[in-house]
């Protein structure tokens, strides 16, 4: 329904599903990114009339503000990640915008409740226990998370400064957690379909991929004869006293995870807000318990 709702204006695959076992060709799709091969981003697709243009033309027939000086302007950045230690190995997240900070809450409010004698040890601990932990620590990363992730270069990043404060994670954990009861209020908002890949070499060299139109089928929009969905992650910008984050809160989360010296192991969490749940279990775990939940 979400594709057929701007039927007319470009189609995949005859706009309906494929069938199980069915070859899909994609030749549109197949064009643009030979033009990304041959031509790069920005002479390949921001600025080419057949691939940004349709993009600006769709988006403004629908009543979308995009320009084409928009695609032109675009700058891709390159941020250094952040990261948090958990029981011998380092989990590395892509810093805010993104929402990878939730999973290191996670990680340093379960350490904490490990140190002060709050939870057993994982060897020790009842399934029941270890679920119980995890779930709360991690509603209390998506709690800050979505109180405080906003364009690291906006008006409001001033309100990011305590965001991987370890002592003010661990004193929330000390001070919320309870093991008999649900007592953090954060909560990830349903959804999936987001997708993602993991490569790790010989070397241990690792990528961690993720692609995403968020929200099933993105805007629903198929720009002419380029055979992809215009994606629609505008959807949860921030707003604090008037001020507008220029980045929203984005989804998304690869993660990878490095014991010494190099990655061992990547991990990605895809749609909504459920992407720093799995990525929080990747760190080593006790083999007879279960972890965070994905």
């Known amino acids: 329904r979400q594709i057929r709702q701007w ?9 309906r599903a494929p069938k199980a076992g069915e070859v899909v060709r994609n030749p549109d799709m197949a064009r643009v990114l030979r033009l990304l091969g041959s031509r790069g981003a920005r002479e390949g697709f921001y600025e080419h009339p057949s691939v940004g243009g349709e993009i600006v033309d769709i988006v403004r027939k629908k009543g979308g503000f995009l320009t084409s000086d928009d695609l032109r302007d675009h700058r891709s950045t390159f941020p250094e990640p952040i990261s948090a230690d958990y029981r011998g190995k380092r989990l590395w997240q892509c810093p805010p915008n993104g929402q990878g900070a939730a999973a290191l809450i996670a990680l340093e409010g379960l350490a904490e409740l490990e140190r002060t004698g709050r939870i057993p040890p994982p060897e020790d601990r009842t399934p029941g226990e270890t679920l119980h932990a995890a779930v709360e620590m991690m509603r209390l990363g998506f709690a800050d998370a979505q109180a405080l992730v906003t364009d690291p270069d906006g008006e409001a990043a001033a309100r990011m400064a305590p965001l991987l404060d370890k002592e003010r994670i661990r004193t929330r954990a000390r001070d919320l957690f309870d093991p008999e009861r649900a007592t953090c209020r954060g909560v990830p908002a349903e959804g999936s379909g987001t997708v993602s890949f993991q490569v790790v070499d010989g070397k241990g060299m690792a990528v961690s991929f993720v692609n995403s139109n968020y929200t099933g089928f993105g805007t629903g929009l198929i720009p002419k004869n380029c055979g ?19 980045l929203p809160f984005f989804s998304p989360s690869a993660a990878a995870t490095r014991p010494q010296a190099s990655p061992s192991r990547t991990a990605a969490g895809a749609s909504s ?17 279960p972890s965070f939940p994905a």
């Open 273 to 289: 807000s459920i992407p720093p749940t799995p990525t929080a279990s990747v760190p080593p775990r006790a083999p007879t318990t």
């Open 228 to 246: 992809a969905l215009i994606q629609t992650h505008t959807d949860v910008y921030i707003y604090w006293h008037r001020i507008t984050s220029s």
């Open 7 to 15: 039927e007319g204006h470009g189609e995949i695959h005859g706009n």
